[in-house]
Every structure is written in C-alpha cells, then in structure tokens.
C-alpha cells in the first residue's frame, strides 16, 4: 500500500516537473506552431478583387440644387442732377444808352428781388426824343380827330362829297398808328418783367452804356422748378412720364423724397449720348436753383417672376440657353427663353416651373439623363 502511493507520487511530481521543462524550453513542435501563428498574423490580407469581366462601380457625379420660387425682380438705377427752372426770362436792351437811375419805383433790381408782372426792373436814358415824338404824334392825333368830326358833319349835312370822309378816317388812322409807334419807342428805354417771378441774374450797373440785344437781367418763375436730370442712352427708352422716382437732395440731408417724371426729351444729346428727363416732386420742398440731386428710378419692377443665376445656365451650340434639373435621381437639360439680367440673376421666361430642382453646381461635365448625387443643402464646394 505504501509503496502504491509513493509510486503514485514520483508519477504526479514527474509530470509537474516536464511541464516546467516545457514552459521555459519549448520543444520544436510548440516553436513550430508559434511561427506559422506570427506568420499568419504579418502576412497582408489581400484585397478582395472583382469577379472576371467586371470594372468597379463608379460614384455618382454631386451636384448642388435651388428650388425654383417666383419673386420680385427689379431692376434700378441711380443717377445724378441738379434743380432747375423751366421758365426763365433774359432780358435784353431794345435802345441804345447808358443805364441810369429811374424815377419809377423799385426801378433797378437786384439778384434776389421778386418782382411782378410789368414792374420796370431797369432804365435807360437818351429817352427824351422819344417822349417828345409821344408827345407831338398825340397832338397829331387830336387834331385828326377833330377835322375828322368835322368832315363827317359835313358830308351828313350834304355840304361836301362823301370822297372826303374817306380821306379824312385814313389820315386818322395814320396818326393812331404813329401814336403807338412813338409809345412802342419811348417803352424800349424800360425794361420791364414779362411775368411774376425771381430776379437770378443782373448784367449791367447803373452807368454802364448798352447797345441793342444787350443782356441786362434774367429772371426764373420759382414756381417752375424741377429736378433735372440725366438718362444715359442704353436705358433711354425706359424712362417714361409719370414714371415714380426717389429723389434725395444735399441741401436737405438724411430725406427721401418722392416724385414724378415729368417731362421726357424727345431726342439724345449728341455730345454725351444721354437723355434730360424732368421730374417733381410730390410734396412741398424749399428748393433753389443748382441744388444737387441724387435720383432712384425703377425701371422695371415684375412682382413674381422666376429668375436663376447667371452661373449656372448652359450656352448651346446653335445659341440657345439651357440648364439642368434633378428629375428622380438624373439630370434633366432644359431648353430655356430667358429675359432680363439684373446683378447676376437672369430672368426665365419659358423652361422652367415653380419647385424645380435646379442645378446649381457640378453640371459642367453633366450629360443628359446621367445619374447624379443631391449634395446637402448649401454645399456649393463640390469635389472635381
């Protein structure tokens, strides 16, 4: 029985003492299986490759899209004027003489003074030969008149012939004709304003001698003045009368105000290639001549037209304009009728339909009907 168990106990402590051999002194076949593990775990993997006759799957081309929404399209220019008058007056002299102090009242104005119809602004003397034939065609006149009165007693009497009656109106009627023409004479030494207004201008001083058709003053109706303007000829044929307008002037900084076109010149001017165009204003404004004006005018205005970048629209070969839509994942070319351009944006008259998917972005090497990729909104960076 002893002897069983120390058999049992050599058995046990000698396969405790090869397993420690084994640990630390692994045998060649325990090194042989570690380095076909190791191998196994360096060798690369290869790639998976494609079955015989197939080519790799090629991405889908990423496009950007907007969505087609009418809106308002405008388009408005600015331009520069200045406030004129419409009604001016330059007065000339008639006679000839030096400019002398007036007996008239308010005679000699100045630059400034508001004068009325008929007041005489100015006066010129070496006047008195003409007073004087005033005076003597007057009396001619008079003495006309009484031989006048006579011969009609006469003839009505049956003491002389009818003939003389004759006679004797058309000497009247001479004198009457040399009484105006001497008063017409003797009025050339005033001048006088044709009609209410502003006195702007004055040429001479008192003193200064004038020949005939010398300026000697000019005038302005304030009730005549406009904001003058400029159109240059590529947009002359859009301006029109009546046509609204924002006008902001220097003289009353930080307002806008409104007003109307009111005149339209019929022709260009040769020189600068631009068109006057006149407009007023629609309220009541201290204006002054020269003022300087900045004016807003809208040319065209279409409250829900559909309009696309310029950018993104397609030249064809025979001249046409064109442009792609995502139509159930593919891109769709669309022929289009385009209109105006106004800061980049083209305005689309036939092609093109509320809630289309346009293509923005990535449609240069696009082809009809291709598949494509919807990039996520805003994305316009795509890979080329």
Not at 231 to 251: F, R
């Amino acid at each position: 029985m002893k002897k069983g168990k120390l058999i049992l106990s050599l058995g046990l402590l000698g396969l405790i003492g090869l397993g420690i051999t084994q640990l630390y002194f692994p045998g060649p076949a325990m090194v042989a299986s570690n380095e076909t593990t190791a191998a196994a775990e360096t060798k690369p993997i290869a790639s998976e490759q494609p079955a015989a006759g197939e080519k790799p799957a090629k991405p889908l081309p990423m496009v950007s899209v907007e969505t087609v929404t009418p809106g308002v399209f405008s388009k408005t220019i600015t331009l520069t004027g200045a406030v004129a008058p419409t009604r001016t007056a330059r007065l000339a002299s008639p006679g000839e003489g030096p400019v002398e102090s007036c007996t008239v009242k308010n005679c000699m104005v100045r630059e400034g003074d508001r004068v009325e119809k008929a007041q005489v602004l100015l006066q010129i003397s070496r006047n008195k030969a003409a007073r004087a034939q005033v005076a003597a065609t007057e009396q001619l006149l008079k003495e006309q008149a009484s031989e006048l009165d006579r011969i009609t007693r006469l003839v009505e009497g049956g003491a002389i012939p009818g003939a003389q009656l004759d006679a004797a109106k058309s000497k009247y009627e001479n004198a009457k004709a040399q009484v105006a023409k001497a008063m017409e004479s003797a009025q050339d030494y005033l001048i006088t304003a044709p009609w209410s207004g502003i006195v702007s201008r004055v040429f001479v001083a008192e003193g200064d001698y004038v020949a005939p058709r010398t300026p000697l003053i000019e005038i302005f109706d304030p009730a005549s003045l406009v904001v003058q303007f400029s159109v240059p000829e590529t947009v002359s044929t859009q301006v029109h009368k009546n046509m609204s307008v924002q006008i902001q002037l220097d003289a009353h900084p930080g307002q806008m105000f409104q007003g109307r076109v009111s005149r339209v010149y019929p022709g260009l001017d040769e020189r600068t290639r631009t068109r006057t165009v006149e407009a007023v204003l629609a309220e009541s404004v201290d204006l002054l001549p020269g003022m300087f004006a900045r004016i807003q005018a809208t040319l065209i205005h279409i409250p829900d037209a559909i309009t696309v970048p310029a950018f993104c629209l397609i030249q064809d070969p025979e001249g046409g304009v064109s442009a792609f839509v995502v139509e159930d994942g593919k891109a769709v070319r669309r022929s289009l009728e385009t209109g105006l351009e106004v800061d980049g944006r083209v305005q689309i008259l036939f092609g093109l339909a509320p809630g289309d998917q346009l293509i923005i972005a990535g449609q240069e090497k696009l082809k009809d009907q291709a598949l494509v990729k919807v990039a996520a909104p805003g994305k316009t960076d795509l890979p080329s």
